[in-house]
């Protein structure tokens, strides 16, 4: 109930490519979804995040895709770069709550 | 931009000794947190300090563990007597408002139990 489920574990894509990592929930009460990205030797950097009322949310080259039905969500990075190269985690927030659940991860290569 | 600062950034320790991992976190912010991730696996909640006590722990967060804002600047993790599978990252975060959506972390302690 608490969990989020992140996939793919690894993700390597070519300079312009579009990855595309996916997550999924069960519990509805979760009602904030952001992004993180970590780089190696650094904390969890929030990237961007959506609300289950809004369908989609663009940041630049950042958008999150939310299906409200199927309890899914997922982050595409837009002609991505090397300087993309991280680790990528997926979480979910309870209203009122301040702790973050966080999906297992997914490190991404951009191939220059 | 402001940041959480952790120290050490690694620390090497025998099975069964104590350690304190130290956090200095965002100067206005009232609500602390410790998150660890053990190598390869997604960030885990530990626990939520506010006003000087836990507000939250986890399942994880048992009596080897201790936070303590001992001062008006930093927020410590102490580990009584680790174990092999206490080895991980430690990420230390804050947030000014208490909700979810506001943290900071800081570049986390590596810790490493031999």
């Known amino acids: 109930q608490q969990q989020v489920k992140q996939s793919p574990q690894s993700l390597i894509v070519q300079k312009g490519g579009i990855p595309i990592i996916n997550c999924a929930y069960e519990?509805?009460?979760?009602?904030?979804f952001p992004w993180y990205q970590q780089f190696p030797g650094k904390g969890p950097a929030l990237l961007i995040a959506i609300r289950p009322d809004v369908s989609e949310k663009k940041e630049g080259r950042f958008t999150i895709s939310f299906n409200k039905s199927a309890k899914q969500f997922s982050l595409h990075i837009m002609d991505s770069q090397p300087g993309d190269s991280a680790t990528y985690f997926c979480?979910?927030?309870?209203?009122?709550?301040?702790?973050?659940?966080f999906g297992k991860g997914t490190r991404l290569h951009i191939l220059p | 931009e402001p940041e959480v600062t952790q120290t050490p950034s690694h620390q090497v320790t025998q099975m069964g000794q104590e350690v304190i991992l130290r956090c200095v976190p965002i100067s206005n912010h009232l609500y602390f947190y410790w998150y660890r991730q053990i190598l390869g696996q997604k960030v885990e909640f530990l626990v939520s300090?506010?006003?000087?006590?836990?507000?939250?722990k986890s399942e994880i967060f048992d009596d080897q563990f201790s936070v303590e804002r001992p001062d008006g600047s930093n927020f410590t993790l102490k580990i009584r007597s680790t174990k092999l599978e206490d080895s991980a990252m430690y990420f230390c975060?804050?947030?000014?408002?208490?909700?979810?959506?506001?943290?900071?972390f800081g570049s986390g302690t590596r810790l490493t139990v031999v």
């Open positions: 975060a804050s947030t000014e408002t208490g909700q979810g959506y506001g943290y900071t």
């Open positions: 979480a979910a927030i309870m209203n009122r709550d301040d702790k973050i659940i």
């Open positions: 519990n509805t009460a979760f009602d904030y």
């Open positions: 300090f506010y006003n000087n006590e836990i507000s939250e």
